[in-house]
Structure formats: structure tokens, C-alpha cells
């Protein structure tokens, strides 16, 4: 298993959840650590505003010799000629922004996107690209179990990005994770803090989480009496899936990428309860953290 760079906080329009736009000094700052670090994978996407055109700016440190970008997001109830032309645009402008004549992935951002009426032209654009050598791999973001087995039955993937982290556990336990990895598919973990909810003091959650304050104050008590800072827990969870080839951490800064590494680099097979925090069964919480 290996880290890979998750770059949305490169080049967002506006702050989100608090976080803050990371400079471009401190982007080169950060692709030159991962460069030391044999980091091999940087993850964007046209929607995190100019994270692409940031990445590919230039400077003195190359970016990984694996880049991950996405589809954008296809907001009408079918794929017809404009979907169609939006999609090609949008893979250029990637290729533009990013300087490059190639990638090592091209994900489809949302699964559902490929379940709508017309669909079919979209997979058979990711294949062209992919014969034509402008990306080696083509992948899909899948949310849960349900539209993940619905994906496979119509399309094949190298890659499949899918939400892992303590809380959300249903990929792992539903058996999904084996399956993929039986056909030989490339399986990226997101949101392994679970957007941060990880990560919060459980006296410090938003009101719309107050009702999980005591499940988060009982994991956060278990790391402490093991000595491990969230960040380290988290990552140790996402280190003990065996299935798992990329772990894509949000990185915001130099700091926060070194903070990562040396959690995710820590000696694995800490005893810890992992499986007793998970909320598989409460859509609701992870809906809207995922």
C-alpha cells in the first residue's frame, strides 16, 4: 500500500470546512518532500478549481509519475451530445493545464453518472483515450456496494476510488474490497479521515454530528490509552486493509504532508478495536461525509 497526494486543497475557488487554499509555494514546497519520499501518485480533478492548472505551472520539482484526474461531474438525467462534448473539453483542458501527454488514470468522479441513459458513449470515450495511450488506466468513484456490483455488471475498471476510513467500514465487510482485488483491480481509498470527523475534538463537532459525540469520545479515549494521535489511527486502520493499493489523503501543506507520511510510514499491527467504531448501518452519517 502506498500514499498518495490528494490535491483538492491546491486550488479551491473558496474555503471550505475551514480549510484554507495552499499557496503554489507551498505546493512546490510539497511535491519536492514527495519527490524525497517516493510518493509516486498525485490525485485532482477539474472541480477543485485551479489544483490542475497549479500542479502543472512548472517549477523545479516534476510532479509524480502517476497522475489521477477525473471526469467532470454531469449534472443532466442523460448523456447526449453536449455531455459528450463536455467531457472531451474537459479531458484537454486536463492534459493543458496539467502539461502533460498522458496520465496514469482517468476516474469517472461519480459512479451514477455512468448509470444514466447514454452512459455507454462515455465508457467507450475512457477506452478510446486509453487504446490511444493519453491515460493508462481508467477508474470510477463508487459510493457504496450497491452501485459498485451495478458498475460492474455493465463495465470493467483498472481502477475503483471508494470511501474507506474507521467509521465506514461496509466495502471492507461486505466483502467488496476481496472481490476487487480477485479481478485484479487497482483499489484507492478516500476519505480516510472521514472528511475530517476523525479528526475533530468530539467536544468541537458541528451540531449536525452532536448525536455521535459519545461514540467518537469512546475512540478517541481507546487512541489515547494506546498513544496514537488520530491522524496516526486513522491511517493505522487504512494501513490494516490489506486489499488496499492507494491511500488519497487531502494534503494541505508541507506540514500537514510530513504529518501524513510519518503516520502512514508508522510500524503497522497496533491492537486496536477498529471494527467496534464502525457505522456501516447509518447512512446518514456517512452520506454527509462522504
Sequence with gaps: MKLAIGSERFGMDHESRGDVRVSPQEVQAVLAYARRAAIDMIDTAPHYGRSEFVLGAGGDTPLPRRIVTKTPLIDSDSIGYEEMLMLTTSFSRSLWRLRVNRLYGIVVQRGADLLKPGADAVY????????????????????????????????????VQLPVNVLDQRMHDNGALRRL????????????????????????????????????EEYHGKLQDRRLQPVEGA????????????????????????????AFSMKTGIDFPFRRFALNEDLDLIDSTN
Design 181 to 216: 482485488k480477485l479481478k485484479g483491480i487497482e483499489i484507492h481509498a478516500r476519505s480516510v479521515f472521514s472528511e475530517g470527523l476523525l479528526l475533530a475534538k468530539p467536544d468541537e463537532l458541528p451540531s449536525r454530528f452532536a448525536s455521535y459525540r459519545d461514540h467518537l
Design 235 to 262: 491511517l493505522q486502520f487504512i494501513r490494516s486493509v490489506p486489499q488496499i493499493d492507494y491511500a488519497v489523503v487531502e494534503i494541505g501543506g508541507l506540514a500537514h504532508l510530513k504529518e501524513v507520511h510519518a
Design 124 to 159: 467507450a470515450q475512457l477506452k478510446q483515450w486509453k487504446a490511444e495511450g493519453k491515460t493508462e488506466k481508467i477508474g470510477v468513484f463508487v459510493r457504496d456496494g450497491l452501485e459498485l456490483d451495478a458498475l460492474q455488471s455493465q463495465y470493467a475498471f483498472d481502477i
